[in-house]
């Protein structure tokens, strides 16, 4: 990556994080990054090609964070979700930037949106996957409801409702028999 790409993401990144991405304008993004608007266009075709950049990029993120979690099974499992609840506790948490863009990108169709889907998907293989690590036999059910669980953490860990993270964790796995 260039640069030029690199500023341009990380100014997207803190700002449609912090305060959206519909309320954010290329011209300020091109702005605070101090970069021309003819390398914007170089780089990104349109605002939409930088905000599936920007979730790409975060995916490959979280991706590398919550799979180098150590542990087997339950254990790995246990660990993403107290790294999930520490982030949602964090100074500057918002939610979660793919459920987010979820919100401002309503059609299923869209680009954003498959992103959104890819990311998701993955979380909820990557819960099927450490299940059977740990035995589980039928892991499809209990794989979606830890989805759903990490959906709950960043939602209510945005609205700063740390307590209701806490409970959610530890109910969602001990349901599962894990703890």
């Not at 919100?103 to 979380?123: I, L, N, Q, S, T």
Request: net charge neutral; with cysteine.
């Amino acid at each position: 990556m260039s640069e030029a790409r690199d500023r341009l993401l990380d100014t997207a990144t803190r700002l449609f994080y912090a305060e959206g991405i519909h309320t954010v304008g290329i011209d300020r993004i091109i702005a605070e990054a101090g970069i021309a608007k003819a390398t914007f266009y170089r780089h990104f075709k349109t605002k939409e090609d930088l905000v599936v950049a920007y979730l790409v990029r975060e995916y490959a993120r979280q991706r590398e964070t919550l799979e180098a979690i150590p542990g087997d099974g339950t254990e790995s499992i246990v660990g993403i979700f107290e790294r999930l609840g520490e982030l949602s506790r964090g100074p500057g948490f918002r939610g979660c930037p793919f459920l987010n863009a979820a919100v401002e990108f309503p059609k299923p169709d869209h680009a954003v949106r498959k992103v959104v889907d890819d990311y998701r998907g993955w979380f909820r293989d990557l819960m099927a996957d450490r299940l059977r690590a740990a035995g589980y036999a039928e892991v499809d059910d209990a794989a979606r409801m830890l989805l759903m669980t990490r959906d709950g953490v960043t939602i209510s860990g945005g609205v700063g409702d740390s307590e209701t993270v806490r409970v959610g964790i530890r109910t969602a796995l001990s349901q599962l028999g894990i703890r």
